[in-house]
T-cell receptor, first 113, second 110 residues
Framework: DAEITQSPRHKITETGRQVTLACHQT?????MFWYRQDLGHGLRLIHY???????NKGEVSDGYSVSRSNTEDLPLTLESAASSQTSVYFC????????????FGEGSRLTVL | EDQVTQSPEALRLQEGESSSLNCSYT??????LFWYRQDPGKGPEFLFT???AGEEKEKERLKATLTKKESFLHITAPKPEDSATYLC???????????FGAGTTVTVRA
């Protein structure tokens, strides 16, 4: 069965360190998204990609970057981790560019001390 | 600015006790409204898409309805396995991205 996997599932890091969260999907979807989820907030879009070599900023992109070198993977990098980036991060993919039906990974819980 | 508000924040039900969750939205034109279910420690799972006022969708004990300003998710005769957080998201016609509500956490006791 097709799936979307994230790693690591849990990570603790220190302020200022670079962190990369991996996302791999076998749906063969062109469209991939990174969200963060915090208590009291809805899911907020960080970055998204409509295909290889395409990346776009979402509503909370400061301090984050992504790269898309193939269809399957969209790694999310925190250049210099801050305590405000402590959150649960979800990767998602979709068949349609205008994406309402998203397929989500199981999330990566990041703690920045 | 697009806004999506879900109420209540939490809902505790007895097994078999039907209830409704609300998702009210303010957007400049609606392209679609989506409901997701999220279990603890998991990613959201897509449930329904609604496109226009008056539309209804059903899946097992869940029924979603849509008006011009809000959507309801009705849970009929819930079972403990319906316990989850239910997320609502809207896709405005003038934007590329979804706006998510904060969710309603439903707990169904046996």
């Amino acid at each position: 069965d097709a799936e979307i996997t994230q790693s690591p599932r849990h990570k603790i890091t220190e302020t200022g360190r670079q962190v990369t969260l991996a996302c791999h999907q076998t749906w063969n979807h062109n469209n991939m998204f990174w969200y963060r989820q915090d208590l009291g907030h809805g899911l907020r879009l960080i970055h998204y990609s409509y295909g290889v070599q395409d990346t776009n900023k979402g509503e909370v992109s400061d301090g984050y970057s992504v790269s898309r070198s193939n269809t399957e993977d969209l790694p999310l990098t925190l250049e210099s981790a801050a305590s405000s980036q402590t959150s649960v991060y979800f990767c998602a993919s979709s068949e349609a560019r205008v994406a309402g039906e998203l397929f989500f990974g199981e999330g990566s819980r990041l703690t920045v001390l | 600015e697009d806004q999506v508000t879900q109420s209540p924040e939490a809902l505790r039900l007895q097994e078999g006790e039907s209830s409704s969750l609300n998702c009210s939205y303010t957007v400049s034109g609606l392209r679609g409204l989506f409901w997701y279910r999220q279990d603890p420690g998991k990613g959201p799972e897509f449930l329904f898409t609604l496109y226009s006022a008056g539309e209804e969708k059903e899946k097992e004990r869940l029924k979603a309805t849509l008006t011009k300003k809000e959507s309801f998710l009705h849970i009929t005769a819930p079972k403990p396995e319906d316990s989850a957080t239910y997320l609502c998201a809207v896709h405005p016609s003038n934007d590329y991205k979804l706006s998510f509500g904060a969710g309603t956490t439903v707990t169904v006791r046996a």
